[in-house]
């Protein structure tokens, strides 16, 4: 048997003949298929050109340029505002966290408003709450439209239990439904809180607390000056008490949560409000009083004090627990014991 190499120069001869272009490098370069290059795109490019689609695709222009992380879940999230005509642009990111990011956004004229604030709740693969279990004692499940979902809905409460996907998303809803209702709660009977507008699956639009340059600080992050910071410390012993008149923990507050501008603060951030009593009002929050509310009212407290000590005002956390704990909580749940048992006789 023949070498396969044998005939090797052979086939050379042959491809000479017929592929004339393999030895002529001019001709083999003539037949390259030219490609025009393009220059790398930019994140940033692909940043604009993202939140541009998304926006035209949902009817919307607006002036921000969200990362291409946060423009799919932005724009659908605050489309309902659009429609309601409650806002007309968003302006510019004013705070990022784990739970939200806050946007001021130009408000439409029907509102009488200039700028309003939309709450934008992160996806969930991107939050980080921690111990959430401890607020939802006490509260119902809320629906997107705001009303308690029934008991008798077997495949919600199964999902709610199993914690599949939908169960994930009504959990999601319900949270947020309950900071929007404290929000307007709390706003009705006189608190420093901001006034809530509307609320979407992902969203909540409230008023804005600062200017076109930037969002009202919170208190952390400035000092007092000496004759303010007793009325401020008094103000905000107000609000506390302003909520538990109304069965409410705020559940997280600290300086970190109160905004202050132009000499007045406004309470932010309610997620975590917890019931500190079985609510029998127009906002249900729960059936039932939250079993930690104590630990958690104690440490709202707490950390209050422990900002305005650092402001030079003295005060004593655990007197002030007690006797307000005392009066909105207790003598209360005594009031209406009584008020049960006259009802009964």
């Known amino acids: ?30 037949r390259r298929v030219k490609v025009n290059y393009k220059p790398k795109t930019t994140e940033a490019e692909i940043v604009s050109k993202t939140a541009d689609a998304i926006g035209l695709e949902a009817g919307l222009n607006i002036s921000y340029r969200p990362s291409k992380h946060e423009a799919g879940w932005l724009m659908e999230s605050l489309r309902p505002f659009f429609d309601q005509e409650l ?21 439409h004229p029907a509102t009488g408003e200039k700028w309003l604030a939309a709450k934008v709740y992160r996806p969930r693969m991107f939050r980080n709450l921690r111990n959430d279990q401890m607020y939802r004692q006490g509260r119902t499940t809320l629906t997107a439209n705001g009303v308690p979902a029934k008991a008798s809905d077997t495949r919600l409460m199964r999902a709610l239990g199993k914690k599949t996907a939908f169960g994930q998303q009504v959990a999601h809803t319900s949270w ?17 809180v901001p006034r809530a507008f509307a609320a979407s699956e992902n969203g909540i639009l409230m008023s804005y607390v600062g200017d ?18 007793y009325a401020l410390f008094r103000k905000v012993l107000d609000n506390i008490a302003l909520m538990l008149r109304n069965g409410r923990i705020h559940g997280d507050l600290s300086a970190y949560n109160i905004l202050y501008w132009q000499g007045a603060i406004t309470l932010i951030d309610f997620p975590q409000i917890a ?3 079985v609510d029998t009002g ?28 650092e402001q030079g005002v003295r005060c004593d956390p655990q007197e002030i627990t007690a006797e307000l704990w005392q009066r909105y909580v207790k003598d209360d749940m005594q009031q209406r014991l009584a008020d049960a048992s006259l009802w009964e006789e």
């Not at 190499?5 to 030895?23: A, R």
């Not at 947020?176 to 420093?192: C, P, R, S, T, V």
């Open 1 to 30: 048997m023949n070498s396969k190499f044998e005939n090797f120069e052979q086939y050379e001869v042959y491809e000479d003949l017929f592929n004339p272009t393999l030895v002529d490098r001019q001709a083999r370069r003539k």
């Open 87 to 107: 806002i007309s642009d968003v302006e510019a990111l004013v705070k990022g966290g784990k739970e939200a990011n806050v946007y001021r956004c130009a408000a």
């Open 176 to 192: 947020l439904m309950h900071e929007f209702q404290a929000l307007e709660l709390l706003h009705d009977a006189g608190g420093d």
């Open 212 to 229: 076109g340059s930037g969002a009202a600080p919170a208190l952390n992050e400035i000092k007092l000056d000496e004759d303010e910071v």
């Open 275 to 277: 019931n500190s009593r």
């Open 282 to 309: 127009t906002h249900v929050i729960g059936s039932r009083v939250n079993p930690d509310a104590a630990f958690i009212f104690e440490r709202d407290v707490g950390r209050i004090c422990e900002y305005f000590v």
